[in-house]
């Protein structure tokens, strides 16, 4: 079983429609983000948190919104979808013991927005 | 604003030869680096990191340079095999915090 989940894996909605995405870890991380990935932009960040009660905006936070309802879980909100949120999005965890560390990422959730 | 740049969006080599990429940075403040490799359909998965403190980091076939005067760093893959093809993110964090700022990303294509 992979250590960072996310589902769905793959999402058509509509514009103007609510939708979640959701992502739960087993690894014990304190520290849980959300990217997107678009062609030639790379990997944007969303939102983080650093543990249950700490929620960050990131780069691109507008039209947006997300939940850490337990350290293993944090969910991405779409309030009202629009065609331009179309792309694929990355949940990810770090751990907080070492000064440096790499991030872990989940298979990623293509959604479509029409 | 883009902190982290990845210059060119995809490289072909040949098999056994040396791929090599390249990223830019703007921020002082980053003092630690990372490359992930990506997969299709795929999410990525951490290959190799370096501090600021060091100049030159290896693993096996990999190896990260770091030039901070010119805040350059880039990868070596030698030899590069087939199943090296992918996409490959420079990534960089600061003490400050630990999100990380991407670049755009290099396909890399190695021909049997």
């Known amino acids: 079983d992979a250590d960072v989940t996310q589902t769905p894996r793959n999402r058509i909605t509509k514009t103007g429609k609510r939708i979640m995405l959701e992502c739960s870890q087993t690894k014990g991380h304190d520290r849980m983000y959300w990217y997107r990935q678009d062609p030639g932009l790379g990997l944007r960040l969303i939102y983080y948190?650093?543990?249950?009660?700490?929620?960050n905006k990131g780069e691109i936070s507008d039209g947006y919104s997300v939940s850490r309802q337990a350290q293993a879980k944090f969910s991405l909100s779409l309030e009202s979808a629009i065609p331009n949120q179309t792309a694929l999005y990355f949940c990810a965890t770090s751990d907080t013991t070492g000064k440096n560390t790499e991030a872990f990422f989940g298979q990623g959730t293509r959604l479509t927005v029409v | 604003d883009q902190q982290v740049k990845q210059n060119s969006p995809s490289l072909s080599v040949q098999e056994g030869r040396i791929s090599i990429l390249n990223c830019d940075y703007t921020?002082?403040?980053?003092?630690?680096f990372l490359w992930y490799k990506k997969y299709p359909a795929e999410g990525p998965t951490f290959l190799i990191s370096?501090?600021?403190?060091?100049d030159k980091n290896e693993d096996g076939r990999f190896t990260v340079f770091l030039n901070k005067s010119a805040k350059h760093l880039s990868l070596h893959i030698v030899p590069s095999q087939p199943g090296d093809s992918a996409v490959y993110f420079c990534?960089?964090?600061?003490?400050?915090?630990?999100?990380?700022?991407f670049g755009e990303g290099t396909q890399l294509t190695v021909n049997p």
């Open positions: 370096i501090s600021s403190i060091k």
């Open positions: 990534a960089a964090s600061s003490a400050s915090g630990s999100r990380l700022t």
């Open positions: 921020n002082s403040m980053f003092d630690y």
């Open positions: 948190s650093f543990d249950v009660k700490d929620i």
